[in-house]
Nanobody, 125 residues
Framework: QVQLVESGGGLVQAGGSLRLSCAAS????????MGWFRQAPGKEREFVAR????????QYGDSVKGRFTISRDNAKNTVYLQMNGLKPEDTAVYSC??????????????????WGQGTQVTVSS
């Protein structure tokens, strides 16, 4: 089992920045691909970003490319999501996810086994 706890959400004006953190405990953090997803009211869960086990490879959803950066610190068992240039359409509950599976796209929520409770991000116009 892997337990995930997100933090760092809040209310920010358009154009502002936030950094989300996701602290992991349980099984070896460095064995897991980590991802961030978001879900706005009335919308489907959307892939935001994912990072490889070593942190050497990242992938982003089209709507956040160039604005968001995912990173991880395996010594601290933590994954981060730096969000810059926030827009009102970024408003959602952001959740981190973990998986130890191999040979998946890692851009679909069904590819992940463990989820945090989510943190609300609200961007005002």
């Amino acid at each position: 089992q892997v337990q995930l706890v997100e933090s760092g959400g809040g209310l920010v004006q358009a154009g502002g920045s936030l950094r989300l953190s996701c602290a992991a405990s349980g099984r070896t953090f460095s064995n897991h691909v980590m991802g961030w997803f978001r879900q706005a009211p009335g919308k489907e869960r959307e892939f935001v970003a994912r990072i490889s086990r070593s942190g050497s490879m990242m992938q982003y959803g089209d709507s956040v490319k160039g604005r968001f950066t995912i990173s991880r610190d395996n010594a601290k068992n933590t994954v981060y999501l730096q969000m810059n240039g926030l827009k009102p359409e970024d408003t959602a509950v952001y959740s981190c996810a973990a998986t130890s599976r191999n040979y998946y796209s890692y851009t679909t929520y069904t590819d992940y086994d463990y989820w945090g409770q989510g943190t609300q991000v609200t961007v005002s116009s």
